[in-house]
Nanobody
Framework: QVQLVESGGGLVQPGGSLRLSCAASGFTLNYYSIGWFRQAPGKERERVSCISITDGTTYYARSVQGRFTISRDKIKKTVYLEMNSLQPEDTAVYYC?????????????????????WGQGTQVTVSS
């Protein structure tokens, strides 16, 4: 059974930074994609980034490109989301999710609906 545990959320001022972590366990295949999604009150869930565990290929939503960086530690089975230049519109609950048997991008890329293992979420609030 796949388990994903997020950590690292909190309150930060505009322009500040946070790093989220997603510790993964229970995958049976050696290739999968980990995505970071966010959902703000009254808004649809948005995939902000993803990474393929095998080759590290990534994807970023336009709204975060240039500000967020996703990375992975294959030994620790942990995926990180470094968030810089945070703005109030980044306020949301952030979830990591897994799509086993898929890649983040390119051939064999997971669609949003293919992410079927979810963490509990961590709140990120950007406010002065």
């Amino acid at each position: 059974q796949v388990q994903l545990v997020e950590s690292g959320g909190g309150l930060v001022q505009p322009g500040g930074s946070l790093r989220l972590s997603c510790a993964a366990s229970g995958f049976t295949l050696n290739y999968y994609s980990i995505g970071w999604f966010r959902q703000a009150p009254g808004k649809e869930r948005e995939r902000v980034s993803c990474i393929s565990i095998t080759d590290g290929t990534t994807y970023y939503a336009r709204s975060v490109q240039g500000r967020f960086t996703i990375s992975r530690d294959k030994i620790k089975k942990t995926v990180y989301l470094e968030m810089n230049s945070l703005q109030p519109e980044d306020t949301a609950v952030y979830y990591c999710a897994g799509a086993e048997g898929y890649y983040c991008s390119g051939s064999g890329a997971a669609l949003d609906g293919d992410y079927d293992s979810w963490g509990q979420g961590t709140q990120v609030t950007v406010s002065s």
